[in-house]
């Protein structure tokens, strides 16, 4: 097939993008070429050993956790598009009328209060919700530390038409561009200078996470376990169950270097062995916590390019077949030796993807503690939730159908709605519960309703 990686360097180039996101880009592109997949088969892994994995209750809180060795650093360049949001997902209000980032705020600004330490709070961007976040953070003065960044640019890669493998020419630019996938991190944190930032001010712990996780919180015992093991790269996974199938999973090779492998990384034919979560039980939380002196030296090594597995995600664009080149900043646990997993429970894992998670976590299913911490609310957790799509896919119609309040799910175990329902005041949902629609009824309204 005809190499068009001239013409993908030089659109990249007229759009500003550094040489350092060029080469990453041609160096996928290439892989592309050869016939790569970004496929991991089960052939050439295998569950990961226990000694791999270290549960949360059996580490061993040390005195003296360097608190003030810390960044925290949140991935914020997500726009809820699925949800038919146009902003940053962060500005969506979560719990009352605080939004994600009121959260991540005072979750840190309590934090530094509390342990009196200045430890900073860093986002990365996309070129989408930067302008708006950073408007928003404006209002909390004592955020951004001195001599440090609030934040730093994710960078983009051009879409690839399956048929030739040649740029896609949109009428509408902003449709020619993807995401590198939040990967792309570690490769942006060194180009943009943040990283020798970090290291000069003496920093040498990252703890990254999503912004739409509020469970994603600074855990001193993990800080300490992590730092006194010396390990370089630890990730939080949580056990997989049910209806985690479809995601990704922790892994190992044969040689017992854990990795991680995506759902798009999976042949198709290998789908029902990737879904089976006895045989691998463990999900990554996208909690990662990185030593930012191992970073520094593995980039050095690579020329500043994480060798990070390529995901080639096949979308399509107004009848046009395309690829995404894609890397996930987790897959960076197969590039450290030593490598480690920590075995968490789901109050660290509370990511809002679709309206079905945000449901939930506005519900009495979780709690905000004093210290502004997003956990389940007296039960081990979540309930789980499905929506029919043609009433309650996008925010604007969650917020119609439940216009006078949200449902008490604190005794939910499940809920199911395949009808357009209304919800009133007052309405309680009970075990597992399921509405459908009945005849020919196009709707109804509950209120002051129990339902078991």
């Not at 342990?115 to 302008?131: A, C, G, K, V």
């Not at 990185?290 to 107004?318: D, S, W, Y």
């Not at 789980?384 to 005794?411: A, C, M, N, W």
């Amino acid at each position: 097939m005809q190499n068009h990686l001239s013409e993908f360097i030089e659109i990249m180039q007229n759009a500003g993008l550094n040489d350092l996101t060029i080469q990453s880009f041609s160096d996928y592109y290439y892989k592309i070429l050869d016939g790569v997949s970004g496929k991991l088969s089960e052939n050439e892994i295998e569950p990961p050993a226990e000694d791999n994995i270290v549960t949360y209750e059996n580490l061993h809180s040390e005195p003296g956790t360097p608190l003030d060795k810390l960044v925290v650093i949140k991935l914020n360049g997500g726009l809820g598009t699925s949800m038919g949001l146009k902003k940053a997902k962060t500005l969506l209000k979560v719990k009352g009328e605080w939004n994600f980032l009121d959260i991540i705020v005072r979750q840190i600004l309590e934090l530094r209060d509390a342990s009196e330490t200045d430890i900073p709070l860093i986002f990365m961007h996309s070129f989408n919700t930067r302008q708006d976040s950073l408007e928003y953070l404006s209002r909390y003065s004592g955020l951004a530390l001195p001599n440090l960044p609030l934040d730093f640019m994710q960078n983009k890669f051009p879409k690839i038409r399956q048929e030739d493998l040649a740029p896609l020419h949109n009428e509408n630019d902003d449709l020619n561009w993807n995401p590198p996938g939040h990967g792309e991190i570690y490769s942006v944190l060194s180009s943009s200078g943040v990283l020798d930032t970090l290291l000069e001010n003496g920093y040498e712990y990252a703890f990254l996470s999503n912004s739409d996780n509020l469970g994603a919180v600074v855990d001193k015992k993990i800080l300490g376990y992590f730092a006194e093991r010396k390990i370089p790269f630890l990730m939080e996974v949580c056990r997989r169950s049910h209806v985690d199938k479809k995601g990704g999973h922790l892994a190992q090779t044969h040689s017992g270097q854990l990795i991680l492998r995506e759902s798009a990384q999976c042949p198709e034919s290998e789908i029902e062995a990737f879904q089976n979560v006895e045989k691998y039980g463990y999900f990554n939380t996208n909690n990662l916590w990185v030593n930012l002196k191992a970073l520094k030296q593995k980039l050095f090594e690579t020329n500043n390019l994480m060798p990070l597995q390529m995901i080639l995600n096949g979308k399509e664009v107004n009848g046009t077949n395309v690829y995404q080149v894609e890397s996930a900043m987790g897959a960076a646990i197969s590039v450290f030796k030593g490598s480690k997993a920590v075995l968490v429970s789901r109050d660290r894992f509370a990511p809002v993807k679709k309206t079905t998670d945000l449901l939930g976590i506005w519900s009495d299913a979780y709690k905000l503690t004093d210290d502004y911490r997003l956990i389940l609310n007296g039960r081990s957790k979540p309930p789980k939730i499905g929506l029919d799509d043609r009433y309650y896919k996008t925010i604007d119609q969650l917020r119609e159908h439940f216009e006078y309040g949200i449902p008490s799910l604190r005794r939910c175990n499940s809920l199911e709605i395949k009808a357009n329902v209304y919800f009133g005041k007052g309405v309680q949902i009970i075990g597992n519960v399921k509405i459908c629609q009945d005849g020919d009824l196009e709707y109804c309204t509950l209120e002051n309703t129990e339902l078991k």
